[in-house]
């Protein structure tokens, strides 16, 4: 048995980061989640006042960001930003609003990328994002695009928020979420998309669990 990388893009709802979280913790691999980094950023930018739209002064503040992982007991990562956890921070509407526009620079994405090969090195990981198939991890063994409707995407990411005690509309969110789809699929870099060799998983009619065996079923097959 060797350990594989898994590849796990797809737009915002579609169950990704739940699906990676357990089948990490099923084949006992690493999760890291992509979308944190981007969120992360863009936390730290809206905190210094700095523009989405400032690419030099957005890599000056990634340039002095160091991301570090720590597994938890119980599979669940943690993301730490110059030493410090950031959790719900990172997921508020004031971040979610501008991730999509901090995220679409190309300097950016060539750092982040970097930073996340270096992490997937070691083997044994699972990555969620919009581009870790395509770019970040071309090579992976195994690659998966998760979809589901938007309105059960915009349900599920309601209900999350709402499970969070954030303020949440299910209007808004689907609006939003319809959004930061189109920007993150229209970028000129590393713009969404499914890779050819990624399987195509619709999560709208399947259960997670059903979506988390079927993913270490084929995963175990490549070991
Ligand atoms: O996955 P999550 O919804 O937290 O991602 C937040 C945003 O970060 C996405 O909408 C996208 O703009 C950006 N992102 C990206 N590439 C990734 C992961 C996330 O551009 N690999």
Do not use: W
Request: aromatic letters at 2%; hydrophobic letters at 35%.
């Amino acid at each position: 048995m060797h350990k594989i990388n898994i590849a796990i893009d797809g737009p915002a709802g579609s169950g990704k980061s739940t699906v990676a979280k357990k089948v990490a913790n099923e084949l006992s691999y690493l999760y890291i989640d992509t979308g944190a980094m981007y969120r992360s950023l863009t936390f730290l930018s809206l905190q210094a006042q700095v523009s989405e739209q400032d690419e030099q002064s957005l890599i000056q503040i990634l340039e002095e960001m160091e991301i570090t992982l720590e597994q938890q007991s119980d599979g669940e990562v943690q993301v730490l930003v110059n030493g410090e956890r950031l959790g719900e921070e990172i997921r508020t509407q004031a971040v979610t609003a501008k991730v999509s526009e901090v995220s679409a620079h190309r300097k950016i994405r060539e750092e982040m990328v970097a930073r996340q090969q270096q992490l997937a090195k070691q083997k044994g990981v699972v990555l969620d994002g919009r581009d870790i198939g395509t770019y970040v991890l071309p090579g992976a063994e195994l690659k998966i695009y998760m979809d589901a409707s938007v309105e059960e995407r915009a349900k599920r990411r309601h209900l999350e928020n709402i499970a969070n005690q954030r303020h949440s509309d299910i209007t808004t969110t689907k609006e939003e979420l319809k959004r930061r789809d189109g920007l993150d699929r229209q970028r000129e870099t590393a713009p969404l998309r499914q890779a050819e060799d990624a399987v195509l998983i619709d999560t709208t009619n399947v259960t997670i669990e059903e979506v988390v065996a079927r993913i270490c079923r084929i995963a175990r097959e490549k070991e």
